[in-house]
């Protein structure tokens, strides 16, 4: 199926505020540029009339120009290695593309090539996670990675010593490219699987879920991750606001999770927290 390529240019600080909006509806991959980003979205769920509006709520604020056109699917690899720099987390993780050099001094070496998915770790919510599983003891422990995108959060699980993992995307270029990259990384996951969680129907309870999602699905589906965390595991959630913080908390509290930590980078924020 083709893919919608819109084109926009904004102001640097509503760069990141346009791309989680237009997350919530239905564009799955974006690729920053000097003037703004480029977004992608399936051909078959792009609504011409929900960008208008969502653009015109911004531009009192903002002046937003932008372009349009469909594409064939994407050679991701290419456009990401035109944009594309290694990162690093913290002291110890490294995560590149095939492309890159190695880092041996890095303690954990993420090689990461995405297709049409989000994750490379650019993002501050998938760094801020990275970041807080060094916080957590993963060795011999069951991760679930719900909503994985390129797979490199249960990488991190596997590299930390999970004795198993799991992961789940609702696209089928994420199951493809999170597949890809737990190759790369020599990580053999339980199970990848395709769809909403609660229609996966998973009959098992993990010692670690992570989900880096958007507030809106992350409150739909916050039951299910309470079901699917054992008592003393732990919850990572991130994909949401600083200020979206109250309302994440309120539902996890009543779930019967405590919070342990959180960090804010640029108006987003990633909490741990830990099932009583």
């Known amino acids: 199926m083709d893919y919608i390529e819109i084109k926009v240019s904004c102001d640097a600080p509503f760069r990141d505020i346009l791309i989680a909006e237009m997350g919530e509806i239905d564009f799955d991959s974006f690729v920053e540029t000097e003037v703004g980003f480029d977004a992608y979205v399936l051909e078959d769920q792009f609504s011409h009339p929900g960008l208008q509006q969502l653009f015109n709520n911004y531009r009192k604020q903002t002046k937003i120009w932008y372009e349009l056109k469909k594409i064939p699917k994407v050679n991701w690899n290419e456009e990401w290695e035109k944009n594309y720099d290694p990162i690093q987390v913290g002291k110890d993780i490294y995560v590149r593309a095939i492309f890159h050099d190695p880092r041996p001094e890095f303690k954990y070496e993420i090689v990461i090539n995405p297709k049409m998915s989000f994750g490379t770790g650019h993002h501050e919510t998938t760094h801020q996670i990275l970041a807080l599983q060094l916080e957590v003891d993963f060795k011999d422990k069951k991760v679930l990675d719900i909503g994985s995108g390129t797979g490199i959060l249960a990488i991190m699980a596997h590299k930390l010593g999970a004795s198993e993992v799991s992961s789940t995307d609702i696209d089928d270029w994420c199951i493809e490219n999170a597949t890809e990259n737990f190759g790369l990384n020599e990580v053999k996951p ?5 769809g909403v969680i609660k229609s996966l129907a998973f009959d098992e ?50 779930l019967g999770f405590e919070k342990l930590k ?3 980078k640029r108006e987003w924020t990633a909490v741990l927290l830990k099932k009583k």
């Open 190 to 194: 339980k199970t990848v699987k395709q």
């Open 262 to 264: 959180s960090s804010a």
């Open 205 to 254: 309870s993990f010692d670690i879920v992570l989900a880096n999602i958007n507030k809106n699905v992350l409150l739909e589906e916050m039951d299910e991750y309470a079901r699917l965390t054992k008592r003393g595991g732990y919850l990572f959630l991130s994909g949401f606001y600083a200020h979206d913080e109250e309302d994440i908390l309120e539902s996890t509290s009543a």
